[in-house]
């Protein structure tokens, strides 16, 4: 089976060129000084072509007037501006919302769990996806706004005293949406600001001039006395385990937005680990498009970034497709077998509606194509086609929520009622818009922040050595936490 | 000559920096006169050191009281002051309130693990600190504390452990 | 009006199992002439959206009358006219799931209330109402002359951004009451009427009091021939439909 294929290859002639292998193979074994490797970083972030700025122009003026410009149109005028109706009250902002909010997933996931796991492939782009996460949060935070009615009123979903002496409504599922997102975005923006405190100082040490300023404010007079690492160490535990529940719930209870609801098709006990699964599906294939993109744009990233960490993103990528195959087949198996007839129209409304060719779509980008392509290990170290995979992925996680909250809400229990929301309206220039604006947060934040955590990286290096059994060389990892 | 000094003795890898660690103690040096700075995570055990106090833990076992405090508020104290009856529900109901103190307990404990970083290591501080950039490349550091009369027989030590340099520290801005 | 108690778990709700004020619609009788429509728009400052929006469902009328065909072309039939507003739910699914109390349970009047003012525009309680009766604001609508003098000063007039639908005319039901309690005694059936009720030719529509177990609407509800719609939702919806054995093909 492909997932459990080992990425090192048993015959060999000569032990000496399989030991050569090894090191180029991985990053934790081809070490260089700690100098080198700051001076590598270093010149990543500073190295920056005339094409970074243009694209980030391009990028800056498309959030100008595709996000910001569109939003506030709309507010000055109204949601008719939307392709919403009735009985389509939710449409595309939801699904963006709960697109983003799945893409965030999977930074926490890749830093979380993996650290937790200590799975060692993780090191050299735990950062990069930790962005991700607090970018892709942003970016869900604006849709979320933007889909309320009065979002100037916004605040009066705070649980603050205010002088209405009116508190929130705990019953409900947005309230807890909102405490959870909250969490989510508080915690994950935490976690990504403590490891990055070390290499922050490291930045400080090398540099001059606006750079040393910020720097110097943002790490803080870190120095990497046995004290600070010792809190740091401690707290990056309690944060890894902490905050991975935190993960969990807010996906888990954005599927209670909708399987709270008493509707046909939204009204599913499995709706939260399938939200979940959902995703790490488009989170882990943002990560690989995330990290190819990085890898093939930034000066001595391919030092960091090498065919095994596309190898163990596309496997990640395979498990959690074949778990969304199980998850959906799961909800579609018991809705199917339950025999509500307003359920039946809708399944019979998914598939041969006029939105059916959205739900084959999402079948063929979302199971077949990656199972298709990335058992083969040559073709997932394919970057090409493991972005292409990420990719098409990342529609079909698209279309998976566009099923779920517009199709979906086009079937009721009151037939007279039933109706399609099919017209495209300012959500589109909106969506484009929060794209634009997370590609652009990232390539600002590849200019200022250490993409490569070096310290982490050098400490998997201190810790993986090659031994030899026999006459087979092995990696061999020691636990130096 | 003052009677106490700083001195910053500087390695390239673990091992001097252990024995230097050894022979300070061997001169009568206490443990806590010794700061170890360095660029990666270096545990106290690989140096022979005793382990550090870290307040960390308790922060954010606070944190999580608190939290589950304030999630207590909400879920319970906040419907009884203006009583609104929703839907058929409770005033106060069971499980969303499970998911208020979940939520609630997380975020102030997080919180408060990180401002326990913050506390326990003293940030933000931009005083002047014995400090050399070397060692974000990820050398080692030993900061004593040494009196003035030893300073030669621990600068002699030090570099007979390996160490790349020994010199008087002088607080910089950094 | 004492507090009904409240309690523990949802199944154990019972507080106003048959409501303070219930309609009933006689299906047989309704013509399906739109008048209650006309006559609630009227009443409740209701916006008029125009043809395109309309088109796009965007209508604002917090009471529509449905009527569908049943069957396969040519060999169709027509059900019943069947007028649906707010059901005014004694356990409303769009109740809890509004997260700044915008929409609440009158423990009064026993009615499902939106407080206009309190709305952000989440619509997750459009969303939960399985009648899908509530309207939302997707614009300021356009009232040109002389429209603005025929506004009702008894009821709010809502700005874009917020949810609205059919409140059994409050209004209608506090000055009713206000004039009971002036001559000291409880409202009588027959007394108050929302203005789909009064405008209603065929008589079709019944309203009154419900807690009143000799008032026409309490009768009728208790007919053989009433249902509730969804009944199997378990929201206590407080509108009954009459409905006799064979009323043939309307149409």
Known sequence: MAISANALPHAHADEHDHEAYLRKEHLMLDPKPRGEMNALVMESMTTTSWKFWVIAAVMAAIVAIGLFGAWGYMIANGLYLTGKNRPGYWSLFLVHTVFWIGISHAGTFVSALLRVFKAEFRRPFTRAAELMTTFALAQAGIQIFAHMGRVWLAYWMFPIPNQRLLWTNFHSPLMWDFLAINTYLLSSTMYLFLPLIPDLAMARDRSTGWRKSLYRILAMGFRGTEAEWTHLRIALNIFAFAILPVMFSVHTIVSWDFAAAMRPGWSSTIFGPYFVVGALQSGVSAVAMVVITIRYTMKNMDYFIRKEHFDALGKLMLIISMSWAYFFFNDYMVQWYGGDKWTDALLHFHEAGPAGWIWFMMLITNIAIPWLVLWNKNWRRNPVMLFTVGLLANVGMWAERFIIVPVSLEINRMPFMWGQTFKPGIEVPMFIGTVAFFILLYMLASRLIPLVPVWEVQEGQMAHSIRKYGKEPVVSVADLE | MTDKNLLLAIFEDIDPAAHAVDALRGLGIHDEQVTVISGTPITEAMLGRKHQWSNVTRFSLGGAIIGFASGCFLAFATPNMYPIIVGGQPLVPVPPSIVVLFEMTMLVMLISTFLGVFLDSRYPSYTPKEYVPEISDGRIALLLDCPGDMEATITKAMTEAGAESVKRAEAQVI | ?251
Not at chain 3, 55 to 61: D, N
Not at chain 3, 91 to 97: G, Q
Not at chain 3, 130 to 148: C, G, K, S, T
Not at chain 3, 178 to 184: F, L, N, R, V, W
């Open chain 3, 1 to 251: 009006m004492a507090n009904p108690k409240i309690p523990e778990f949802k199944a154990d709700w019972k507080e106003g199992e048959e409501g303070r004020w219930g309609m009933a619609i006689d299906m047989d009788l309704c013509t399906g002439c739109q008048a209650c429509v006309a006559a609630c728009s009227m009443e409740n400052n209701v916006p008029f959206v125009g043809e395109e929006m309309s088109g796009y469902g965007r209508q604002m009328a917090w009471l529509r009358v449905e009527r569908l065909w049943e069957g396969e072309y040519p060999e169709v039939k027509m059900t019943p006219f069947q007028p649906v507003m707010c059901q005014q739910c004694g356990s409303a699914p769009c109740e809890p799931v509004c997260p700044v109390f915008a929409t609440v349970h009158s423990q009064v009047e026993q009615l499902n209330l939106q407080v206009y003012n309190r709305c952000v525009g989440t619509r997750y309680c459009a969303n939960n109402c399985p009648y899908v009766v509530r309207v939302f604001n997707w614009a300021d609508y356009d009232r040109p002359e002389p429209l603005p003098n025929q506004f009702n000063p008894d009821v709010t007039v809502r700005r874009r951004g917020v949810m609205e639908k059919c409140t059994f005319c409050i209004q209608r039901i506090h000055k009713a009451e206000d004039q009971a309690k002036s001559e000291g005694r409880e409202v009588v059936d027959g007394e108050v009427a929302p203005a789909c009720a009064q405008a209603c030719p065929a008589d079709a529509i019944v309203f009154g009091r419900m807690d009143d177990p000799e008032s026409r609407v309490s009768k009728l509800s208790k007919d053989g021939r009433a249902v509730h719609l969804l009944e199997e939702l378990g929201t206590n919806p407080r509108v009954a439909y009459l409905k006799g054995g064979s009323n043939g093909n309307l149409g």
